[in-house]
């Protein structure tokens, strides 16, 4: 019978990792720390361009930070780089794609609604915590499925392992309510230090949410370690 993914695993490992690779770690740290000043410094700090910039970003430090963790150096190899580039941006696409789509069957849902309990109801309901909670869960979900997963390919084609879509698919199976509880601590983790953070100078504040990101990396390199080596030795 396949093991399944330990969570308590996954943060105990992710944690051992950070310990015994500390000079990485904090050469992980500078790295996203900049991509997080340099919007600030340009005076971007929302919108259409700074998304576009973030998503960028982030596809560049998880292709150094793989190379790190997998082969403990930096990769500078172009063909690499642009197949790896194609399987994270399809991870995106897929997850955006998910959210249109799930966008539109919740509103054409919540028309059908008004429609046979009326707007009293529909106004109490969208201004209620379950619906904040459920959508955000829901929300939670789809990334895991249609962002995390697939994004697995990514790491595969730098570490020359499977790099079809669909096979992340069969080699998570049975683990997605998993992986949800491993991301769903992760990013309360995040909103919990970025709440604190809100009383923080704005540089530092940027300083130590590139910590706990690099941390949750970790974290997304040990799942992948689980499914496609199926082991959780400490590295």
């Known amino acids: 019978m396949k093991e399944k993914l330990s969570v308590w695993k996954i943060y ?8 015994s690779h500390l000079f990485a770690f904090a050469f992980l740290t500078i790295f996203y720390f900049i991509g997080n000043v340099l ?3 340009f005076g971007i700090h929302s919108g259409f361009l700074y998304s576009v910039f973030t998503v960028i970003y982030a596809f560049i430090f998880f292709y150094f930070a793989a190379g790190c963790y997998f082969k403990q150096q930096l990769l500078f190899n172009r063909k690499i780089f642009i197949a790896s580039g194609i399987r994270f941006f399809l991870a995106v696409a897929l997850f955006l794609i998910a959210l249109l789509v799930a966008n539109f069957l919740i509103n054409f849902s919540i028309l059908n609604i008004s429609v046979s309990f009326g707007n009293d109801f529909i106004d109490w309901l969208l201004n209620s915590y379950i619906w904040l909670i459920g959508k955000n869960l829901f929300i939670l979900f789809l990334f895991v499925s249609f962002f995390i997963i697939p994004s697995f390919a990514f790491v595969s084609e730098i570490n020359a392992k499977n790099k079809s879509l669909l096979m992340t698919y069969i080699k998570t199976k049975g683990n997605i309510f998993r992986i949800c509880l491993v991301v769903f601590i992760a ?12 009383y923080l100078n704005i540089i530092l504040a940027a300083f130590l949410r590139s910590v706990v990101f690099v941390y949750i990396s970790l974290l997304y390199f040990k799942m992948y370690d689980f499914f496609y080596a199926n082991t959780l030795k400490g590295k």
Do not use: C, G
């Open 187 to 198: 990013f309360f983790l995040l909103l919990l230090i970025m709440f604190l953070m809100s």
């Open 39 to 41: 919007p600030i410094l």
């Open 12 to 19: 105990r490992n992710s944690y051992r990792y950070l310990v």
